[in-house]
């Protein structure tokens, strides 16, 4: 009896697919509206435009992007067990898909790293000017996209539309860049990539933020007529601070799992090959929370910030105020053509 394959049967695969479903359309609606919102609550306020709330709103803006691209393609799969658009345009899209949602994280976990360097700084060095000014920030931000764009280029080449006899589907083919002979230049590329775009990164966040938390706990006042505005201050570093802690431990958290068995299926290991149909389950669970993590960072914005639920408030009034006007416009335009018809 071959368990894997009852395992991946479609009956048992429903109940599964289901669930999968539910949890990526309810993450996807979530993610567009959260990231939205934040990206236009900083936009609309102009006490919001700080570096840290610009890295955030780029670690938002490439979470949209994930949003845009990979949710589709994971409900077309659970649902459709087949790419629906074939051919060139469906290798196009198959290719730039894939391509998308990597760089999206890479811009991600670099947004995490300014994060940490411009909390450093303020918590370190709090009468210096900012390590990270408003240049040298949107020097930042551009340079996170160009570096994610190139280090992620060579994916866009080993994807690639399949057609199968019962279903097109979009894979990835090493084997047409790198023969069996050179396969080892695959592994050190993703050796390569994971250390400069996931341990290094995570390495100084860690070593910074540990830092950060030492200053915090040994700082001193100087005076007794400052002790309030120092408290003041430090409870508002406290409470950044925590929300930058949270933002990169729900994405490590998150990513973490989805990441190592990325990386040991590149060296052989295929999760459907396993006789233990926890482990073909498990595999959704880790993409589904993988996947979560795009709608979580609006959620932690608005937790920790008051300014952030403030810019919230703000925009809906503006919001609704500018419906309500529109609404007695248009009335009052329908009233006067009325009354001008009865003339």
Sequence with gaps: MNTTSNCLSPDSLKAPNIGSTVAYS????????????????????????????????????????????????????????????????????????????????????????????DRFGAVVFPLRSPIIGPKLCSFLIIATWIFAITTQFPLYFVYKLVEYPEKLACETHWNELFDESSYYILQIYFIVLSIIELYIPFTLITFLYSIILFKLKTQKVAGEQSVNNE?????????????????????????????????????????????????????????????????????????????????????????????????????AISSYSSGKNTI
């Design 26 to 117: 309810t993450i996807f609606v979530a993610s567009l509206v959260g990231n939205s919102l934040v990206g236009g609550i900083v936009y609309k306020m102009k006490t919001m435009r700080r570096t840290i709330n610009f890295f955030i709103v780029n670690m938002a803006m490439s979470d949209l992007l994930f949003s845009v691209f990979a949710f589709p393609w994971a409900l077309t799969e659970l649902n459709a067990g087949s790419w629906l658009i074939p051919g060139i345009l469906g290798d196009i899209l198959c290719k730039m898909i894939s391509f998308a949602t990597y760089v999206s994280i890479a811009v991600s976990i670099q947004s995490l790293v300014l994060i940490a360097v």
């Design 231 to 331: 408290n003041l201050r430090a409870k508002r570093q406290r409470n950044v601070l925590k929300m930058a802690i949270t933002i990169v431990s729900l994405f490590v958290i998150c990513w973490l799992p989805l990441s190592l068995v990325t990386l040991l299926s590149t060296f052989g290991w295929d999760h459907t090959s396993s006789p233990l149909c926890a482990i073909v389950w498990c595999w959704f669970a880790v993409r589904i929370v993988a996947h979560a993590n795009c709608a979580m960072n609006p959620c932690i914005c608005f937790i920790f910030s008051g300014n952030y639920r403030q810019g919230l408030k703000s925009l809906f009034e503006t919001s609704f105020s500018w419906s309500l006007f529109k609404f007695k416009a248009n009335l």
